[in-house]
């Protein structure tokens, strides 16, 4: 019988496509592939070391699996991801139980990874993280429907903030012809909703082809038959113009959904983020995109207690959410990782502080998506099955307005038919809770 490998994928979704990969490979090699690592005879901890609390997250899943295999439940570990390409032999160092540390320019060899540590071997592993592969096949863990599309990997903005550039290293886009051709395959095997991400997908195609080129891609995209939402993640605000936005408004596959992290609105917070932009300028631009795109559904995500940030700024911000009424938000404290030059910087807040500021963005964003959510009783909404509720007794599934995983759902009764993940059906909305939206199938035929 062949060894059992599981993985437990941790952090973004860029991370989770990572993943898929090397599951790939893995099964490919005969390995059986387990759902449940703890049921594994290798577990692989995919992790992200992105902020802090991703961190602690990743070193508390790890130190489970250092428990089951002090008890003999599991024989080898392998930790792989962003917290092993940004602490590399620290955590062996601190966690000798591992088996292997292995850097993202290194998940092509995985299998090899996996045949040394079974032969006994304790290793650590990296090369450049530009050898992190960008095409490739995957065995998918999303759910069936629906897929991720990873149109670049690394990053050049350098937020003053932010370690993702020392971790994934430069901004690098994959070919046109290669992600088409992916997207084709992964539609041929029942996906209906492609989610396109990157850490900054408006600057697709710049490295290749000397411009943006994501409305191009998207055009293309959205000549693939069989597909029906095509959705957009981490756009950029400065590289936001016309011609990606006409796409967005004009093709019918594309969802009127944008998700644009801004993190602040104060100009002076923003230049010391290494970000660009002040207040006018954003309330301009999303003035902009509600004019250009009718309807559309603006997420974005805020950063509270930046070093500096005084009462007024803070207040300033609060007060810009309020005006702009975002459909989607999420507000995190800011997090001082090391290396980056925000750590250095004079002006660090207390985590009380920091943490304060963003419970009061989010009660706020509270109120406003209750109150934006009222307006859409009486609708019928298309949504998507993605399962059943057994506890409340109901389906739930998304409409175009929510991006899995991070926005809301839609709990809806189906009285005169079974559904399966993956159906389309309209429902009509009868009630709100929380962030979530209350229906019943109004009517029952598919798309």
Known sequence: MSLKVGMVSLGCSKNQVDAERMLYKINEAGYQLVSDAALADIAIINTCGFIQSAKEEAIETI????????????????????LAERYREEILAEIPEADAVIGIGCNDDIVSVIEKVTGGEQLTKFGVKEGLCLTGKRIRTTLPFFSYLKIAEGCDNCCSYCSIPKIRGRFRSVPMEDLVAEAESLVEHGVRELIVIAQDTTRYGEDLYGKPALAELLKKLCSIEQLKWIRVLYLYPERINDELLDVIANEEKIVKYMDIPIQHCDG???????????????????????????????????????PGET????????DFVTEMRFDRLGCFPYSAEEDTPAAKMDGQLDEDVKQHRADIIMEQQMIIANENNVKHYGEILEVVTEGFDRYGDCYFGRSAMDAPDIDGKIFFTSPKRKLVPGLFVKVKITSVMDYDLIGEVYDESSK
């Open 63 to 82: 130190l489970e699996f250092v428990a089951l295999k002090n008890e003999g439940r599991i024989k080898h570990i392998i930790i792989t991801g962003c």
């Open 268 to 306: 002076e917070i923003l230049k010391r983020m290494h970000r660009h932009g002040n207040e006018e300028e954003l309330k301009k631009l999303f003035t902009h995109i509600r004019e250009k795109v009718p309807g559309v559904i603006i997420r974005t995500t805020l950063i509270t207690g930046f």
């Open 311 to 318: 009462e007024e700024q803070f207040n300033r911000l609060a």
